[in-house]
């Protein structure tokens, strides 16, 4: 695990903004040790753990992009058609059995290795043929359809960056290369806890003040598209003692703790209270709406994050905080989340100083996108998510958001 001091962090301030605590996070957490052969049906979304260098160049040889003829272009006639004899056919998975002589034009198909002396290709749509005899149109540039041997990576050339995480292009570019396995990171454990008497899990019997936990399942979906291992912990009930005891023995078996709830400043709030016995709290207060009450601590060594209980104020607060402690945890390379512009179709008003996030449909018709802001505001209401398309972000300094203003757009398709 990460093995972190209680003092790493030292902050203080009562409040942060949300690029100070992301960067508190990134700057102090180091990245985890430890490394796995992974094969390339498995290794989508993990982290690639050293530098990959091209051990042959791509592609390998010198071959025909299109379907046509290749020649010799020294042997076009400047301004007139040219005559070749056609001799011979190419196709890919094929080797040359001999250099093109002057004169003479092959049959080339897309992928196959040009045959020595050729160094262009005619598609077939531009040339004619005229019993045995190609007559190819003036005016083609030397090298014309053709790939060099190297031309998409050079033989050495630093392929794939370490801390790169492995989608399809990237598996795509490994196997093209002749890798069968990647070296990937150790995948982060992360557990996750929520917290409160008043919660039950579903499928279980609500009693009466009872309802059903969500945040758990959300923040356990969300992790599920990072390079972790995810578990679910459970539900910590409202004791002191219970909470920090809970926290102190998942610390020692996980490489991050990620908490709902029990962080503001209520009686039975537990969390941060156990985070300043049990180890060190870190901050508490983000300049942050939704999700101003969250608690970043060490204990034994793991860092544990504490996120609101209202469950829009939980997802905002894991992606800004969450999401990169576990990236950098994992060794991924920075990566913020997609933004795009857009054009508000709302009248706003928020405090300065604080960064807030709307809930807002989308309307694609127009060339830049319009954004509707949800009827709804509360942090508590999962459907304001469902029934919309985006986050609206809104910084620190704008105090006045009205219909025309060009604003910036997270959309949920992909943040989740």
């Not at 056609?86 to 034009?105: F, I, M, N, Y």
């Not at 706003?348 to 449909?361: L, Q």
Request: charged share 20%; glycine share 10%.
């Amino acid at each position: 695990m990460a093995q972190l001091t209680d003092d790493c962090f030292v902050h203080g301030g009562a409040l942060l903004s949300v690029e100070d605590a992301a960067a508190l996070v990134i700057a102090r957490v180091p990245v985890l040790e430890g490394e796995e052969d992974v094969t390339l049906a498995t290794a989508r979304g993990r982290v690639l753990a050293r530098d990959l260098h091209a051990p042959q160049p791509l592609p390998p040889f010198f071959n025909s992009a299109v379907d046509g003829y290749a020649f010799r272009h020294a042997d076009l006639r400047p301004g007139e058609d040219t005559p070749l004899r056609l001799e011979g056919r190419l196709a890919a998975g094929q080797v040359p059995d001999a250099a093109l002589a002057p004169g003479t034009a092959l049959r080339i198909l897309t992928g196959a290795p040009m045959p020595p002396g050729a160094d262009t290709v005619m598609m077939q749509e531009d040339a004619r043929l005229e019993a045995g005899t190609l007559r190819l149109p003036p005016g083609l540039k030397h090298g014309a359809n053709c790939r060099p041997a190297g031309e998409d990576v050079a033989q050495g050339e630093l392929a794939l960056p370490a801390g790169t995480r492995l989608g399809p292009a990237e598996i795509g570019l490994a196997a093209a290369l002749g890798f069968a396995t990647l070296p990937a990171r150790r995948r982060p454990r992360i557990g996750v806890f929520s917290t409160g008497d008043e919660l039950a899990t579903p499928g279980t019997a609500l009693t009466a003040a009872q309802t059903y936990d969500s945040n758990r399942f959300s923040l356990l979906a969300l992790l599920a598209g990072l390079p972790v291992e995810a578990f679910d912990l459970g539900i910590l009930p409202d004791r002191a003692g219970a909470t920090e005891a809970a926290l102190r023995d998942a610390a020692a078996r996980h490489d991050m703790l990620l908490t709902s709830g029990g962080v503001s400043t209520g009686e039975e709030d537990h969390v941060r209270a156990a985070l300043q016995s049990g180890g060190s709290l870190v901050f508490w207060k983000l300049a942050l709406k939704p999700g101003r009450p969250a608690a970043m601590g060490v204990m034994g060594g793991t860092p544990v994050l504490g996120l609101p209980g209202n469950p829009v104020a939980a997802i905002v607060t894991f992606l800004h905080l969450a999401r990169p402690l576990a990236l950098r945890l994992a060794g991924a390379n920075p990566a913020p989340l997609p933004r795009f512009a857009a054009t508000a179709d709302f009248h706003y008003r928020k405090k300065a100083g604080r960064r807030e996030y709307v809930r807002v449909t989308l309307s694609t018709g127009t060339l830049v996108p319009v954004a509707r802001k949800y009827p709804r505001e509360g942090a508590g209401l999962l459907t304001s998510l469902t029934r919309s398309d985006a986050f609206v972000e809104l910084p620190e300094e704008v105090m006045v958001v009205a219909p025309g203003d060009a604003v910036a757009v997270i959309p949920f398709s992909s943040a989740f």
